[in-house]
């Protein structure tokens, strides 16, 4: 991109000739992107909301959970159903 803060120098071949001060590179959306993801440090990140886990460990949470809950009910069971003693 063109700025052209100074008067043009001349003509060659019919095209204005500038500074090179006046010239500025132009970046595309993606560059844009690109550079601003490298600036960011893990420190400046906040933390996140929350973790997503793995597909095994999420099977394994679940298989947890599922051994918890079959412990509590047998534990129901052996103190006679939550019955209160009748």
Partial sequence: MI???HPVK?????ECVFPR???QDLRSAERWKTERRRKVL???LPTPAARIHSRAAQA???A?????KKAQASLVVENGGGLGGR
């Fill in 3 to 5: 700025h052209p803060r």
């Fill in 10 to 14: 001349g003509f060659i071949g019919g």
């Fill in 21 to 23: 001060t006046c010239v």
């Fill in 42 to 44: 893990d420190t400046q």
């Fill in 60 to 62: 394994r949470l679940k």
């Fill in 64 to 68: 947890d959970k599922e051994a918890n």
